[in-house]
């Protein structure tokens, strides 16, 4: 019988990608993604990895036979895919499965932050409602407002669908105008940021994208305005946001990411005007078993049936499979 194919699996992943793994493969588990955890003479017999959160560049340089990193997630910034593609390995993720769950949870997120929902429980639940009387009326509302979305692509994309059915009025920005869709164009964050008064921010973290969301698109969104951010907290100056916050240069965030998770900066725990969730935007059993199953079917398409399903533009197959 042919030996299996060895893949590493570092830190915590979805137990259904184990499960789909686990009697056609040699799997071995570590930690973490460190080379100091796999002995020299196991590093070359690793063809594959499974991974969610980070895989970094000294990993592939330890893996001279490595070919996949399945990584678990849409967003793949926790992969190296520059070293990826100079040492010829593929890099996969999971688009598509989560664009509706990322959806549904970002205008969840833009409700509870507009209309207070979650102090509102509060308020019932701690008996204010019967002590006190009614829940204050939320001085905000989506009535009569415009949303604009930092990032179109399919995340944006099914969140624009749900906000047109609120009546909402949708703008975007991105580096290349998107043809196919009827919202406003603005060639520019500052120039979206000064036309709407919700900004949604749903781009992947890259170089270009750090700290984009910065005092002077704050200053831009205005004193009406509400920030989303379902991307990743890398976009956003937090600091210039908890100050636009607590000076009223803009009314109200919610936020599902932040720079240095699962740590949020003390200044936005003591604000009023903001919303917080941590990092839950597709974490539904549903939707998690589906990515699962997609970083499944990565690795299986790459070892079984000639190629992998999703992989990112960094690394194009080669013809080493
Ligand atoms: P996608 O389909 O690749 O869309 C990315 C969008 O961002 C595109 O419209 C792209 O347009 C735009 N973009 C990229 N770089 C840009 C830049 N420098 N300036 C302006 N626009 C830029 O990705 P997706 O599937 O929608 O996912 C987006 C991101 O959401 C992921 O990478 C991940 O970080 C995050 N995410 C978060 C959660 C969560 O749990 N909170 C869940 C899923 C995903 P152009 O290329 O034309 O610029
Ligand atoms: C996940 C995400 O929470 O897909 C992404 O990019 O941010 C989320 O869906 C994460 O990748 C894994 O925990």
Known sequence: MAEKVRILVPGAINARVLDALY??????RIDRADPALVPADVAGTIRGVAVSGTFGAPMFAHLPNLE????????????????AAAHDVVVTNTPDVLDDEVADTTIGLLINTVRQLPQAEAWLRAGRWAREGAFPLTPLSLRGRKAGLYGLGRIGGAIAERLKGFGIEIAYHTRRKRDDVPYAYHPTLKELAAAVDILIAIVPKTPDTHKTVDADILEALGPNGVFINVGRGWTVDEEALASALEKGVIAAAGLDVFQDEPNVPEAFLKLPNISLLPHVASASVV????????????????????GPVTPVPETPVSARG
């Open 287 to 306: 939707t998690r078993d589906a990515m699962a199953g997609l970083v499944a079917e990565n690795v299986i398409g790459w070892f079984e049936r000639g």
């Open 68 to 83: 996949i990193v399945a990584s678990f997630g849409v967003g793949y910034d926790g992969v190296d895919v520059k070293a």
């Open 23 to 28: 009697d056609r493969y040699d799997i071995i």
